[in-house]
């Protein structure tokens, strides 16, 4: 039966193949559209978590603060749950480093007077702490105790990146959205104008003893045939764009170890299993009302 | 013996209004088993809308009709299939799939029973033997005669050996020579069991015949 069903469905999209072509056309571009803002969710989120992981929080002290005071906030900090290392940075030591990081503008310190920057610790925070909310709570804390002037964690501009990646978050999934609504409705289209052009035929079918079932089983199996081919080539589409960016812009697009990557096995058959799933709604949709009528 | 308890079909007081117009007027008749039944009476006298009350092509407006037991007031539409694979319906207009070979459109009440792929093959080359379709068995309804498609009809109506077959002015669209084709393959399978209900204005057809004639006019039974 279900072979039967298969034929039928097959000699459907064979008979209608303008139609059914645009369909699929169609249906790829928004899985396309999708799936490209999927894979950049992917990446960029890959990239705040490796920043995330690197976050050290440094604690810049009181120029008044003595030794006791630094042994005793040492003290105090180690205490402060998910806080895995603590490390002293003298002044001398911080500006040792800049004048390193910055060896080709060593004129800049030549006319230094004093050190003008603070002792510090850097802090290493455990694995488990890493979400920008708990490292916020956790600076709120260490920025309490005495002797502290500052609490630097890079919160400023994580907390910018977070914000832009957020916004494009809401405009995929808003687009995303849209784009399986207009999925559902072309699927719907479809499937309705193909009934209509074999309403005649549907009415023959019905009276000769067909049941329901017979007569939408290959609609339905168009539909999900038409997703399912719409869905793959939207994200051929996608993996062949994907690979000619990074071998025209594989040295730009590298941010230091992380590697741009493409949608696994899982994720492109949640794409197409989706799109199917819609392309399934879209008959159930079209054969609802008609077979009413 | 014909009895009230015996009848295959029984329409009791079944009247049809189409709007306000009334097409049937309070019908109540019984067809037996392995009848043959001519519907006859002019043009717009209810009979193709009777046939259509029976085969739940038409709801009716008032009345109860019981095709082999069963209440036709009580089948869903979702469930009228149940008793269409009881009837077999034969149209003027044939109503052929236009996109399927003649084979296909025979097939068809087959597959939708959910038979196998064997037994639809051997059970519709035997029919189309007896109606004398099976050399054109692979041809389309558009490439046949009038005649010939309404000899496809009667094989798809038979195929799926229908305890009642209705016959919508059958011969209406054809010729003398082809309407005796499809009356003499009615009557063979009459002769094999089935019960026939024919709706016809040919007097010519039911001029001699030896069975039953029920006259329409009107909308109402002629005794």
Known sequence: ?293 | MKTADTALIRIFNVSKHYGSKPALNHITLDVFKNEFVFFTGPSGAGKSTLLKLLYLGESITEGQVLIDGMNLARISKSRAHVLRRKLGIIFQDYKLIPGKTVFQNVALVLEARGLSQRFIQKKVHSVLRTVGMEDRQRAFPLGLSGGEQQKVAVARAVVGEPKIILADEPTGSLDAEASENIFELLTTFHNRGATVLFATHDTELIRNTKHRIIYLKQGHLQV
Request: some cysteine; proline content about 2%.
């Open chain 1, 1 to 293: 039966m279900i072979t039967l069903f298969f034929k039928k469905a097959l000699q459907d999209i064979l008979s209608n193949r303008f139609l059914n072509t645009v369909t699929i056309v169609t249906i790829g571009l928004s899985i396309l559209i999708v799936s490209s803002f999927a894979l950049f969710f992917i990446n960029t989120n890959a990239l705040l978590n490796s920043w995330k992981k690197g976050i050290r929080v440094l604690v810049y002290l009181e120029p008044q603060a003595t030794e006791a005071n630094r042994l005793d906030l040492r003290y105090q900090i180690q205490q402060i749950e998910n806080v895995q290392e603590i490390h002293f940075i003298s002044k001398e030591t911080a500006l040792k480093r800049l004048k390193d990081q910055m060896r080709h503008h060593s004129s800049l310190f030549e006319n230094l007077k004093r050190n003008p920057l603070p002792d510090a610790f850097e802090i290493r925070i455990t694995d488990a702490s890493r979400e920008l909310e708990k490292v916020a709570a956790l600076a709120e804390k260490i920025k309490s105790l005495p002797q502290v002037e500052e609490v630097e964690y890079g919160q400023h501009w994580i907390a910018k990146f977070s914000y832009i990646i957020n916004m494009f978050k809401f405009v995929g999934y808003a687009m995303g959205g849209l784009f399986l609504i207009a999925t559902l409705f072309i699927i719907a289209n479809t499937i309705r104008l193909v009934l209509y052009s074999r309403k005649e035929e549907i009415e023959i079918m019905r009276l000769v003893g067909s049941n329901n079932s017979f007569i939408k089983a290959p609609f339905y199996i168009e539909g999900l045939i038409l997703s399912a081919l719409g869905s793959i080539a939207g994200l051929a589409t996608l993996f062949a764009a994907y690979h000619f960016v990074l071998s025209k812009f594989h040295a730009s697009l590298s941010i230091g170890f992380l590697e741009i990557k493409f949608l696994s096995i899982g994720q492109f058959f949640l794409f197409v299993g989706g799109s199917m799933l819609v392309g399934w709604l879209g008959c159930y949709l079209s054969l609802k009302q008609f077979l009413k009528n």
